[in-house]
């Protein structure tokens, strides 16, 4: 970085130093991943200058001749990854990609149902922190507490009472597959339209190694960040005969130019998710997770809803004597990331959490595979047993730097 490093020092040793952290710890947010460096490049692009309001071919600004062929380039890439009738790929972030989806066919006040965000859900499906619960009526749905998995006939019960105009399927935190079909029959019963937000799984869709729920649903949401792959940003694929209310509801509804450089920074991911490496990528994050939830358990942990079928694991500290809070700091001090997370009807408030959810994209990416997995659930069970050993945390520190250095971020 010569420019950066001469115009300003101090940011470029902080970015220096937060490249130094990536690559000397092992990432286990379950929102995150590391991204290809073709993807860092396009988003660090020239394109992130440009002003481009509206859509290629109809813009408001002059000398978008590229930018059309960008943005053109990047919504057909992701219709054909997808199977979808229409992608808008201007959202800023998942949270605008949701908002988008609302206003396009809701009237403000209008009724939503969706899960609740101690349960799994995310903020933007209706929390009362998020402005979209002063705009919108939402009622939640929770999950059965004693499997811990969706009822569908709650939902169903819950949709009939409350008679909601669009119900949301999709989760932050749900280590489950979700049955679209189900969800789908239960939105057209109650004459509902279908919103999935699929931003954490969007990479196991693409790569087809967990079920779609293009096919069945009026509006997917997703961010290309997380399993994708694809640097920040967010999505929306919709059925043709939405296409004109969600390009809309974006521009000028709630965005104004679009950030080139992450488009082309998603048109980058949508090539590559088309890849046979991409796919093996995909089946080895399900592998993973699956060798994380039954290492833990085998440690005599419990597993929230008795294991995982996607790229997460949301485990229960409880009966280990720890909340989620002292278990994110110490394993944070050990180089290992991960973050606290309520589980169903947690005890503790959320700043504290009884759980941690751990997520399998980024040691993927870095190669690992199940010794690596199984490795690293013995590492965070010996931090987590011995939080008050200097000795043993500074073990554990140094077995996960050396390990770190066998599998470089970019290889
Ligand atoms: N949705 C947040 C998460 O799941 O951590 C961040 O993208």
Same mark, same amino acid.
């Given at each position: 970085?010569?420019?950066?490093?001469?115009?300003?020092?101090?940011?470029?040793?902080?970015?220096?130093?937060?490249?130094?952290?990536?690559?000397?710890?092992?990432?286990?947010?379950?929102?995150?991943?590391?991204?290809?460096?073709?993807?860092?490049?396009?988003?660090?692009?020239?394109?992130?200058?440009?002003?481009?309001?509206?859509?290629?071919?109809?813009?408001?600004?002059?000398? #978008?001749?590229?930018?059309?062929?960008?943005?053109?380039?990047?919504?057909?890439?992701?219709?054909?990854?997808?199977?979808?009738?229409?992608?808008? +790929?201007?959202?800023?972030?998942?949270?605008?990609?949701?908002?988008? $989806?609302?206003?396009?066919?809701?009237?403000?006040?209008?009724?939503?149902?969706?899960?609740?965000?101690?349960? %799994?859900?995310?903020?933007?499906?209706?929390?009362?922190?998020?402005?979209?619960?002063?705009?919108?009526?939402?009622?939640?749905?929770? @999950?059965?507490?004693?499997?811990?998995?969706?009822?569908?006939? =709650? !939902?169903?019960?819950?949709?009939?009472?409350?008679?909601?105009?669009?119900? $949301?399927?999709?989760?932050?935190?749900?280590?489950?597959?979700?049955?679209?079909?189900?969800?789908?029959?239960?939105?057209?019963?109650?004459?509902?339209?279908?919103?999935?937000?699929?931003?954490?799984?969007? %990479?196991?869709?693409?790569?087809? +190694?967990?079920?779609?729920?293009?096919?069945?649903?009026?509006?997917?949401?997703?961010?290309?960040?997380? &399993?994708?792959?694809?640097?920040?940003?967010?999505?929306?694929? #919709?059925?043709?005969?939405?296409?004109?209310?969600?390009?809309?509801?974006?521009?000028?509804?709630?965005?104004?130019?679009?950030?080139?450089?992450?488009?082309?920074?998603?048109?980058? #991911?949508?090539?590559?998710?088309?890849?046979?490496?991409?796919? =093996?990528?995909?089946?080895?994050?399900?592998?993973?997770?699956?060798?994380?939830?039954?290492?833990? =358990?085998?440690?005599?942990?419990?597993? $929230?809803?008795?294991?995982?079928?996607?790229?997460?694991?949301?485990?229960?500290?409880?009966?280990?004597?720890?909340?989620?809070?002292? /278990?994110?700091? &110490?394993? *944070?001090? $050990?180089?290992?990331?991960?973050?606290?997370? +309520?589980?169903?009807?947690?005890?503790?408030?959320?700043?504290?959490?009884?759980?941690?959810?751990?997520?399998?994209? /980024?040691?993927?990416?870095?190669?690992?595979? *199940?010794? *690596?997995?199984?490795? !690293?659930?013995?590492?965070?069970?010996?931090?987590?047993?011995? !939080?008050?050993?200097?000795?043993? @945390?500074?073990? +554990?520190?140094?077995?996960?730097?050396?390990?770190?250095?066998?599998?470089?971020?970019?290889?």
């Amino acid at each position: 970085m010569p420019y950066l490093m001469e115009d300003d020092p101090e940011v470029a040793r902080i970015i220096r130093d937060e490249e130094s952290r990536v690559e000397n710890t092992l990432d286990l947010i379950a929102a995150e991943n590391h991204a290809p460096l073709s993807v860092l490049e396009a988003q660090g692009s020239i394109f992130s200058l440009k002003a481009a309001e509206g859509f290629p071919g109809n813009r408001f600004h002059a000398g #978008c001749r590229h930018a059309d062929a960008l943005e053109s380039l990047a919504v057909s890439r992701a219709k054909r990854l997808f199977g979808a009738e229409h992608a808008n +790929v201007q959202p800023h972030s998942g949270v605008s990609a949701n908002l988008a $989806v609302y206003f396009s066919v809701l009237d403000v006040g209008d009724r939503i149902l969706s899960m609740k965000l101690s349960h %799994g859900g995310h903020l933007s499906h209706g929390d009362a922190a998020s402005m979209t619960s002063r705009c919108f009526d939402f009622q939640h749905y929770g @999950l059965n507490l004693k499997t811990e998995q969706i009822d569908y006939d =709650e !939902i169903e019960d819950l949709a009939k009472s409350f008679g909601p105009r669009m119900i $949301v399927a999709g989760a932050s935190s749900y280590p489950r597959l979700i049955d679209y079909e189900k969800m789908a029959e239960i939105a057209q019963s109650v004459s509902a339209v279908l919103l999935v937000d699929m931003a954490h799984i969007a %990479g196991l869709v693409a790569a087809k +190694v967990i079920p779609s729920p293009v096919p069945l649903a009026d509006f997917v949401t997703f961010t290309t960040y997380k &399993t994708l792959r694809g640097g920040r940003g967010g999505v929306i694929l #919709c059925r043709q005969k939405h296409t004109d209310r969600i390009n809309r509801a974006i521009f000028p509804g709630g965005q104004g130019t679009p950030s080139l450089n992450l488009i082309a920074a998603k048109a980058v #991911c949508f090539h590559l998710g088309l890849t046979e490496d991409f796919v =093996e990528l995909q089946k080895k994050t399900l592998n993973n997770a699956a060798c994380f939830a039954a290492e833990f =358990e085998r440690l005599g942990y419990r597993i $929230v809803s008795g294991g995982t079928e996607n790229h997460l694991v949301l485990i229960d500290l409880r009966s280990k004597g720890l909340t989620g809070a002292r /278990a994110e700091k &110490t394993l *944070e001090s $050990v180089g290992i990331i991960v973050n606290r997370n +309520v589980i169903p009807a947690d005890p503790e408030r959320p700043e504290v959490s009884s759980g941690i959810r751990m997520g399998s994209p /980024a040691i993927t990416s870095r190669g690992m595979q *199940e010794p *690596e997995a199984r490795q !690293i659930a013995r590492m965070m069970d010996k931090s987590m047993s011995n !939080i008050e050993s200097t000795q043993i @945390l500074n073990q +554990v520190a140094q077995d996960v730097r050396n390990l770190c250095k066998q599998f470089p971020v970019q290889q």
